[in-house]
Structure formats: C-alpha cells, structure tokens
Nanobody, 122 residues
Framework: QVQLVESGGGLVQAGGSLRLSCAAS????????MGWYRQAPGKQRELVAD??????????NVADSVKGRFTISRDNTKNTVYLQMNSLKPEDTAVYYC?????????????WGQGTQVTVSS
C-alpha cells in the first residue's frame, strides 16, 4: 500500500504564494498519475491539476480557475508531486488533497493524502 505525505499548506494573504508537496512511499508501482484536488466548505472536491506518467500519455491537466497561477510538477526520483500556487485568491481557500493513481492490471487504484489546509485572507 502506498502512503502519501502532504506538506506546504498554511495561511497566506491574497496575492501570495505557497508550494505544496506530496511524497509517495511504500508499495509504489505503475503510477499512472499524480495530482491535486481541493475541497472548500460546502462544495464538492474538484480537480486542481494532475500529471500523468509518460507511459500514460505524459499529459498535464489544470483547472481553468487556476490556469496561469498554479503549476504542477513531479520529481520521479523522489516520487513527489508539487503544486506551486502563485497569485493566490481568497476563493482558493480549501483543503488540498494529493491523489495517486496506480494501475494493477486493468484496475486503477486511487490513494488519497490526508489533506492540507490552504487559507487565503483578503
């Protein structure tokens, strides 16, 4: 089983920056994608950005609401995915979750991190 450790959340003023990290360890195999989701109070969890492995196309998806402000990257040597968040807005306030998708045969297995709080003050 894979374990995910997230870090980098916190409180920041509007216009500021934060960098989230998510390190995967344990039973790491056939990672198809790593990404970030967020959930604000009273709202559904939504994709922020994800990055797929080269064997799965090597693509990057970024939500329209954060395009031009957030950048996702991955260090394969460290099994870590990062989310650089710039020009933060109060509406970016949410709990941010890391998700790793692994392939086991024809089945995809998702593992979620515990979440890290990001609060942007106006």
């Amino acid at each position: 089983q894979v374990q995910l450790v997230e870090s980098g959340g916190g409180l920041v003023q509007a216009g500021g920056s934060l960098r989230l990290s998510c390190a995967a360890s344990g039973s790491i195999f056939s990672i198809k994608a790593m990404g970030w989701y967020r959930q604000a109070p009273g709202k559904q969890r939504e994709l922020v950005a994800d990055i797929t492995s080269m064997t799965s196309g090597g693509g990057i998806n970024v939500a329209d609401s954060v395009k031009g402000r957030f950048t996702i990257s991955r260090d394969n040597t460290k099994n870590t995915v990062y989310l650089q968040m710039n020009s933060l807005k109060p509406e970016d306030t949410a709990v941010y979750y890391c998700r790793v998708t692994q392939a086991r045969g024809v089945i995809d297995i998702d593992t979620w991190g515990q979440g890290t709080q990001v609060t942007v003050s106006s």
